[in-house]
C-alpha cells in the first residue's frame, strides 16, 4: 500500500478544533517543521499539544502559539519559549508539566496499550498532587495514566512508500514512541524511497504504525540555544 501523500495540507486535512496532536523530536531537532507549519495555516483551534518541548518564538510549535491555536501542553521543558512563558503566566494555554522520564513512558505504554504504571518519580511533590500513590517493597509510588493522541506528527531521515521510517540519532528521541501512540500517525521524511531500499535491520517504526508520508521541504534544523565557547589565545 502506497501511503505517499503528495502535498503537506493534503495530510492534514482532517486535523479538526479541538484534537490531541503529539509532536515528535527533541528541542528543535527531529521535530515536524513542514507539518506543523502547515496546521498554523490551515488555523485548527483549542488544540492540546504533547510534545516534549514548546519549540521556540515564531518556529516550531512556537508557531501555533503566535496564532492561538493551541489551548493545552503537555510538555516536559519549556524553558526557551518566551511567549509560551507570557501566556501561561497570562492563564491564555494551560500546562501540564511531566518529568521528562515520566512523559516518555506516559506515552510508549499508550501506544502498549498499557492505561498507566507506578513511578517513584515525583512523589512527594506537587507532580503526585491528586493522584493516587501507592507502597512497593518499602519505596512509595506515583500512579501515572498512559498517553495517547488523535494525531501523531512525527519525522523522520528516511521513509519507504509502506511507511517505513529510519531516523537519525537525536531525532529518534520520542518520534518513534508517538508514532504507536496515535489513532494517525502522519511522518514527514527527508527522503523518501521504493520498498525495498531500506536495510530491514535499521528500521526503527514499521509501516504497520504510519497512515500517512510526505517528503518534507526546507527543513531549517535551528540550534535552539547557541553558545560560544571563547577563543583561548
Not at 30 to 47: F, H, M, T, V
Request: neutral net charge.
Amino acid at each position: 500500500m502506497n501511503k505517499v501523500v503528495p502535498d503537506v495540507m493534503e495530510a492534514i486535512a482532517d486535523i479538526q478544533d479541538d484534537a490531541t496532536i503529539m509532536m515528535g523530536g527533541f528541542g528543535l531537532c527531529g521535530i515536524p517543521e513542514n507539518l506543523i507549519a502547515a496546521l498554523c495555516r490551515k488555523g485548527s483551534k483549542n488544540l492540546t499539544v504533547i510534545s516534549n518541548n514548546a519549540g521556540v518564538d515564531g518556529f516550531g510549535a512556537g508557531l501555533l502559539m503566535q496564532a492561538k491555536q493551541i489551548r493545552k501542553m503537555i510538555s516536559t521543558y519549556v524553558g526557551e519559549n518566551h511567549l509560551f512563558e507570557r501566556l501561561v503566566l497570562s492563564g491564555e494555554i494551560e500546562l501540564e508539566l511531566n518529568p521528562q522520564g515520566t512523559f516518555s513512558e506516559r506515552i510508549r505504554a499508550g501506544g502498549a496499550g498499557i492505561p498507566a504504571f507506578y513511578t517513584p518519580t515525583g512523589y512527594g511533590t506537587l507532580v503526585a498532587e491528586g493522584k493516587e500513590t501507592r507502597e512497593f517493597g518499602g519505596r512509595m509510588y506515583v500512579l501515572e495514566r498512559a498517553l495517547t493522541a488523535d494525531f501523531a506528527f512525527v519525522k523522520a531521515w528516511k521513509g519507504d512508500t509502506l511507511g517505513n521510517l529510519v531516523y537519525r540519532k537525536t531525532a529518534r528521541n520520542f518520534n518513534p514512541m508517538m508514532a504507536t501512540a496515535a489513532r494517525v500517525t502522519i511522518a514527514e521524511v527527508e527522503e523518501i524511497v521504493q520498498p525495498g531500499e531500506l536495510e530491514p535491520d535499521t528500521v526503527h517504526t514499521p509501516a504497520i504504525y504510519v497512515r500517512r508520508i510526505l517528503q518534507g521541504q526546507s527543513y531549517e534544523k535551528r540550534i535552539e540555544k547557541r553558545t560560544i565557547r571563547k577563543a583561548t589565545p
